[in-house]
């Protein structure tokens, strides 16, 4: 390769690494609502319940906020969080875990009948080593804690998706 080549591949490089870090890229960006889910109810569910938490975590993020009455409402119900056994040892001790959330929701605009009903259906394989156990039980609750923060984003993506339509 002639040195000119080599400085141009170079140079290319740098302008695609460029181009990934500039501001056109992003992973995860705040998400903007239309005026009329700004505003939200939770009903069917304490607002102590963690799912709710990170939902309204999600909202603020995304300009909204999670009020004890609005027009817009979300009622959530049949949420089941836990894990399952995936796979065995040899000695048949569980060797990996699927920890799965689940739950329905529906949306009601304005004081209208249900819009719109969805289900959400989250899990994340779990490999558990009993040598350190402590430290397993801690990355569980990081999991679910994970997967409630994707499902709060999830809808709240359909939120605004349904909105645009």
Do not use: H, W
Not at 5 to 34: E, M
């Amino acid at each position: 390769m002639t040195r000119f080549g080599r400085n141009c591949f170079i140079v290319a490089i740098i302008l695609l690494l460029q181009a990934c870090s500039g501001n056109s890229f992003y992973l995860r960006k705040n998400l903007d609502l239309p005026k009329t889910s700004k505003q939200i109810q939770i009903t069917n569910l304490s607002y102590d319940n963690e799912l709710v938490k990170a939902f309204e975590l999600a909202l603020e993020e995304a300009g909204g906020q999670l009020l004890k009455e609005a027009e817009t409402q979300i009622k959530i119900s049949n949420v089941r969080e836990g894990k399952r056994v995936v796979s065995y040892t040899s000695e048949r001790k569980a060797r990996e875990y699927l920890v799965f959330l689940k739950f329905d929701y529906e949306v009601s605009f304005d004081g209208k009948e249900k819009t719109y009903k969805k289900r959400i259906n989250l899990d994340r394989s779990f490999i558990y080593d009993a040598n350190f156990a402590l430290g397993k039980a801690e990355e569980e609750k990081e999991i679910q804690q994970d997967l409630r923060q994707d499902a709060a984003r999830l809808m709240i993506l359909r939120l605004q998706y349904t909105e645009k339509k």
